[in-house]
């Protein structure tokens, strides 16, 4: 059987798939979600979140090349899939995830 690599993901309507500051995968509906989209179709999700920090202490940076992972985002068109995100942690585990979704609505 195949193993899907994890994913990231945004559904603004109900919360947030992310890395903690230690690269565990967590869920959170305690999220602020944002979406901007550009007029050339062009559409960045950005979700906010508090997660448990790093325990180095330090803050933490996450995307597709260091992770494998993708982001899933959940759209008017249905689920769609992008290679193009990051997220950082900061210190005190607050997380900012952005994903981008080029040439999508």
Partial sequence: MAQAAPAV????????????????????????????????????????????????????????ASTGALCGLYTSTGLQVTDQWHETVAASGQATLICLLTGKP
């Fill in 9 to 64: 993901v945004i559904n603004p309507a109900g919360g947030c798939g992310l890395a903690d500051g230690n690269g565990s995968f967590v869920f959170t509906t305690d999220t602020k979600a944002i979406v901007t989209q550009s007029n050339n179709s062009n559409s960045m999700f950005q979700c906010q979140a508090n997660v448990p920090p790093s325990a180095s202490g330090s803050a933490a940076r996450f995307d597709f």
